[in-house]
């Protein structure tokens, strides 16, 4: 049996001090003083076969141990973990080491240790999304818009013309390159007042021009201009007309309705749309009612943690950054040399959103324990059908891909964190809910999932 102290720490860890006798010290090193001879022979011994006092003298104390905690370390924390009936929530580490006796100190991450409070309390005003007539006017307009017919006119451009641009801009008449603002080649826009490209004020002036014409005309930047440092500067514009085409626009009916998608009439054109804008809608709300429900939740709760799991939250966001990044056919590196950072003050930069991150999934995952918020099996076989038809063709490729052991986990924390966040949602609007399920062994959450994928 180990001779094992283990001391609790405030943030959630265990310095766990560990006694290894001579007995289980003296075999890892000589296995390291033959894997160091057999990569190293020493003069006068066959590779491996070097005795232990001649690896010694050879490589010092230092690189022996080394060798041979590499292969002991690993299996003296298991049993004294095993022996103390300690359940670690993640990797630990050997933070210490005294030779002799042998000692090793490992710190253990523990459980994170979460408080809710009184969260069926909480309340938050909710108020119903709606879309209005206007909203669902601007689509179907954005929609005939598509359908529109351009035809070149010889006269002067009006409102709703589509003109063909040829255009300098600069500040201070261009005495300076850098002052230049835009210079462009037959630029395509819409004449109209609410289109404010390049700057509010523009279509005004091409307004009354020909195909052929030039204009020159100055132009002040607004005080609330969204550049700061262009506010309220005068900017100067030379503007050759290169084509006027004038816009008509199709009557609605059900033959336009038919041709702009799947459609059967004008009228169902109409439901659709609405439907469409609702459920975007909804969407919109609950994801920023969540919020500010689940805000209020992680404000009121205690959460403690492992330093292990803000690191591994910081690690997720970088891998995420890097992936994203590389989709746009860049690197982590990269924009961090654009941005001159290093990636150590770029990681500190993103301690808060992590340690936010991490609250979020720890407060859920509790709440999943509590509310006893459970999956069956063929709920998740439900989201991976759900997932694979999007795919047509390739569905059944797509299934076979999904219906594996990291995503059915992986979809169920996405879908047990769903539920427990319409739960939330249910609660603070005041609606009611079931009665929390009896203590039973919580499910995967968030986080545990997080720390196990990290391991």
């Known amino acids: 049996m180990l001779k094992v102290d283990s001391q609790p720490n405030e943030d959630r860890t265990l310095t766990l001090k560990v ?18 001879s057999k990569r190293y022979p020493l003069p006068g011994f066959r590779p491996g076969k070097a005795p232990l006092a001649a690896v010694r003298r050879q490589f010092g104390e230092q690189a022996l141990y080394e060798i041979a905690l590499d292969e002991l370390g690993p299996k003296i924390y298991e049993e004294a973990l095993d022996q103390e009936k300690i359940e670690a929530y993640a990797p630990g580490a050997l933070t210490n080491l005294q030779l002799s006796p042998m000692e090793l100190t490992f710190t253990v991450p523990l459980k994170p240790e979460v408080e809710l409070g009184d969260y069926r309390a909480v309340r938050v005003d909710f108020t119903a999304p709606a879309v209005s007539d206007e909203e669902q006017g601007r689509v179907l307009d954005s929609l005939r818009e598509r359908q529109a017919v351009l035809e070149p006119v010889d006269r002067a451009a009006q409102m709703g013309d589509q003109v063909s641009l040829d255009i ?12 230049f603002l835009l210079a462009d080649k037959d630029v395509s826009t819409q004449l109209d007042v609410t289109v404010e490209w390049p700057m509010k004020g523009f279509a005004d002036q091409v307004v009354g021009l020909k195909t052929g014409e030039t204009k020159k005309f100055d132009l002040a930047f607004p005080e609330d201009y969204a550049n700061e440092a262009l506010r309220g500067q005068p900017a100067h514009w030379e503007v050759t007309v290169k084509e006027v085409k004038s816009k008509t626009l199709p009557e609605w009916n059900d033959d336009l309705a038919k041709s702009l998608g799947e459609y059967e009439s004008l009228d169902d054109l109409r439901t659709k749309v609405r439907q469409d804008l609702e459920n ?3 969407r919109t709300s609950d994801r920023e009612y ?7 939740v992680v404000t009121a709760a205690s959460v403690k943690y492992p330093p292990v799991l803000l690191e591994q939250e910081m690690d997720d966001i970088l891998h995420n950054l890097d992936h994203r990044l ?3 056919g860049l690197t982590l590196e990269d924009y961090l040399k654009i941005e001159k950072k290093t990636r150590e003050a770029f990681r500190e930069e ?15 995952g509790k709440l999943v324990e509590l509310e006893g918020i459970d999956l069956e099996p063929q709920d998740v076989l439900g989201r991976i059908e759900q997932l694979s038809a999007m795919w047509g063709e390739r569905a059944d490729e797509m299934r076979k891909a999904l219906n594996v052991d990291a995503t059915r986990r992986s979809l169920t924390v996405d879908m047990l964190t769903e539920r427990a966040m319409q739960r939330l949602m249910a609660i603070a609007r005041g609606e009611t ?3 929390p399920a009896p203590a039973a062994p919580p499910a995967e959450s968030p986080a545990a999932e997080q720390s196990s994928e990290n391991a």
Request: aromatic share 2%.
């Open 168 to 179: 300098n801009g600069f500040l201070n008449e261009g005495l300076n390159p850098s002052d």
């Open 433 to 435: 809910v079931p009665d």
């Open 326 to 328: 590389r989709d746009q």
């Open 290 to 296: 969540g919020d500010k429900v689940l805000n209020e």
């Open 280 to 282: 975007q809608a909804k």
């Open 19 to 36: 006694e290894v006798s001579e007995e289980r010290v003296k075999p890892a090193l000589e296995s390291a003083a033959r894997q160091l």
């Open 350 to 364: 993103q301690k808060p959103n992590a340690e936010e991150r991490l609250k979020r999934a720890l407060v859920l």
